[in-house]
């Protein structure tokens, strides 16, 4: 079979099993497994496949079509243009999630009188704490996860991207595990925010892949925003600042847990898709 055949038929097999964009899924795995750039298959549609290179496609096909994550076939994503390690223990991070990413690095970077310090709290995949240091050169990051699973995968992504020396991973429920001496400049955090009963009509990619505890923000999706609000205070040093990143139609509810418990709310800004997406605040200092 020639690419273009392969292509033809498996985006067909993949449209009908219901996966998005099935040419381009297909066109993926296929540079995947040919080891080259996706735009260079257009340049060899009459390439015959061999044998092996057909196999491995195949049950690439297979499991797509049973709706397992393309970036757990391909083992990575890009995140704000680094390359990230994901696998069934963290959550794939999402390109909505670069923003706050952005809103936190451009707050930490100016920190030059001090080595500044951030903690990123729900850390996965590390792709929030591992492009903090990278884009702030003179920043430690403490990188903090319920899962010891998913810290072993954020600890490989700090070294792949060289920054494994200034980040910190401590597997802790919330803050137990926290010494309360330390006070740091951010705290940045993706909390799960998915409300429990809403789980289940998930797209499969996300309900039978993702991990739970990464997606379940309680009965109201709000459990970790009350937990935040009512603890991160005491880890934010004079200047420090929290920012969050919530799920649709969030907005409120969350700014207003913040208020009751004395924060200060600075912005509620959007994302790229204009919904309400990042709420950034700092603790009211008496
Ligand atoms: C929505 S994921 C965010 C992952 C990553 N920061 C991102 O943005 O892609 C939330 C993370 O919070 C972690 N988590 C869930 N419950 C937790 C708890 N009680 N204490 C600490 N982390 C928790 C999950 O294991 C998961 O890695």
Known sequence: MTILEVIRRSAEFLGQRGVDSPRLQIELLLAHVLRTPRLKLYLNFERTLTEPELAQLRELVRRRAAREPLQHLLGSTSFCG???????????????????????WNHLSPLTSHLSTALDF?????CLAVTLAVKCPAARVTALDISGAALEVARRNAQRHGVGDRVEFVESDGFAALNGDSRCDLIVSNPPYIVTGEIAALQPE???????????????????????????GQFLNE????????????????????QAQKWIVEAVENDYTQRQRILIARPARA
Not at 87 to 93: F, Y
Not at 122 to 126: A, L, Q
Not at 239 to 258: T, V
């Open 82 to 104: 680094l390359e990230f390690e994901v696998n069934r223990d963290v959550l794939i991070p999402r390109p909505e999630t670069e923003l706050l990413a952005e809103r936190a």
């Open 122 to 126: 729900g850390t996965g995949s590390g």
């Open 206 to 232: 996300v309900r039978d892949f993702d991990p739970r505890p990464a997606l379940d923000g309680g009965a109201d999706g709000l459990d970790f925003y009350r937990r935040l609000a009512a603890e991160a």
């Open 239 to 258: 200047h420090g600042k929290i920012m969050l990143e919530f799920g649709d139609g969030q907005a409120d509810a969350i700014k207003n847990l913040f």
